[in-house]
């Protein structure tokens, strides 16, 4: 199978793959990524953590009821 091009938006599946995905049930979902350095998440939660602990700054927190 031919090395697809990462900065291409929708790279195009070959016909033999697109067969090969019918033949075993796989299917295709785009994902998004989120960067914060040298790191890579699929959960934004999960970037932000990292920012602030990398950063030290004080996490974002709800106002507590009276």
Same mark, same amino acid.
């Given at each position: 199978m031919p090395k697809a091009? #990462? $900065?291409e938006i929708n790279p &195009?599946?070959?016909?033999?793959a697109a067969e090969a995905m &019918? $033949?075993?049930?796989? =299917?295709? /979902?785009? /994902?998004?990524?989120?960067h914060y350095k040298e790191f890579?998440? =699929?959960n934004l939660d999960d970037a932000i953590a990292? &920012? =602030? #602990?990398?950063n030290g700054a004080a996490?974002?927190?709800t106002p507590k009821a009276a």
């Open positions: 091009d #990462r $900065k &195009a599946i070959n016909p033999e &019918a $033949k075993y049930g796989i =299917t295709r /979902v785009p /994902v998004d990524y989120f890579r998440y =699929t990292q &920012a =602030t #602990r990398r996490t974002i927190s």
